[in-house]
């Protein structure tokens, strides 16, 4: 039997999990509401919050399993990408925990972590798949060919998906985090209502720069002939803001797909979250006969659920690193 510990604190959640024998008994997420009057995550204040934090989460999942900490056999933690000042909270108490209980220490990647979170649940992808990884920070289209085996086809060439949802969300006066209230919102919304411009950027990169300019100048522009613009059509422009965001990033995934030809399509990610996203890829999946693969909710955001499965499969390979390990903030899959 293999318990895992895992830790994640690569941005503004505190997170730890347990993992037994590849199956999460606990999966204990501590969020940092301070970040909300500053608009987005103030970086200091965020590793603060995880000090504050760490030791009652661990606690906590340990309860939860019902386990005693003496039975855990090694710790797994985000090494990267992310906040330097979070990243290094996660992995001195990784160090910390793993030299007092005398266990191995395994180093995971962020970025790969939430691809294989869909091997926490069943259905299960089989490789190869593609996975279209999209949150506040990173959008990517990877190849999976097996658990760490990971070939990154396209990505964004500037600001990332959940970073386009919340910079609109800025423009558009709603408060942060923005995300999902832009899609709380297009519920209601006409997705035609606004023409939005769909970038034409080569192969299979992603740019969002000029969708959240675009955004910004109509909103300047309609302000001018109407003030009570943003309060009337809120929903027509959330939902046309979302269906474009979704359709730039679906549009990709289905030209990689006929590239590779890869019929096992899955998403990952905090924006694989949004309503939006999540009904276009089934219909995508519908139209074009792929095998589609979302995450339960409390696996889209940042989570140790999925940083204690990707350590569980590090372990069966005996794949520990050293005290000498330090975070980094960039990372690639």
Not at 116 to 137: M, R, Y
Not at 274 to 296: A, C, D, Q, T
Request: net charge negative; glycine share 8%.
């Amino acid at each position: 039997m293999a318990i895992i510990l895992g830790i994640e604190s690569s941005c503004d959640e505190t997170s730890a999990s347990i993992c037994i024998d590849g199956e999460i008994k606990a999966n204990i997420i501590a969020g940092q509401a301070v970040h909300a009057k500053y608009g987005g995550v103030v970086p200091e204040l965020a590793s603060r919050a995880h000090q504050q934090n760490i030791i009652p989460t661990v606690d906590q999942a340990i309860a939860e399993a019902k386990i005693h900490k003496n039975e855990i056999d090694a710790v797994a933690f985000t090494r990267g990408p992310g906040l330097l000042g979070s990243l290094l909270v996660g992995t001195s108490f990784s160090k910390s925990f793993a030299l007092a209980m005398n266990i191995p220490l395994i180093e995971v990647n962020h970025m790969q972590a939430h691809i294989l979170a869909h091997f926490i649940d069943d259905p299960k992808p089989n490789f190869p798949f593609l996975c279209l990884t999209v949150s506040g920070g990173h959008t990517q289209i990877v190849l999976v060919k097996d658990y760490f085996e990971m070939a990154l086809l396209g990505e964004t060439l500037d600001d990332a998906a959940g970073e386009a949802f919340d910079k609109t969300a800025k423009i558009l006066d709603l408060p942060y985090p923005g995300g999902p209230l832009i899609d709380k919102h297009a519920q209601n919304g006409n997705p035609e209502a606004f023409k939005l411009p769909e970038p034409q950027i080569p192969d299979l990169n992603f740019s969002f720069s000029g969708l959240k300019t675009a955004i910004l100048y109509l909103v300047q522009g309609e302000l001018k002939k109407d003030p009570r613009f943003l309060e009337e059509r809120m929903d027509d422009l959330c939902a046309s803001v979302q269906s474009r965001i979704v359709s730039i990033l679906l549009n990709k995934l289905k030209k990689a797909a006929k590239e590779t030809g890869v019929k096992e399509i899955a998403i990952a990610g905090g924006v694989s979250a949004n309503s939006g996203l999540r009904k276009g890829l089934l219909e995508m999946g519908e139209k074009y006969g792929w095998k589609v693969f979302i995450p339960k909710f409390e696996y889209c955001t940042d989570n140790a659920a999925m940083i204690a499965i990707a350590g569980y499969q590090k372990f069966l390979k005996k794949d520990f690193v050293g005290q000498d390990i330090a975070p980094l903030a960039r990372m690639h899959v």
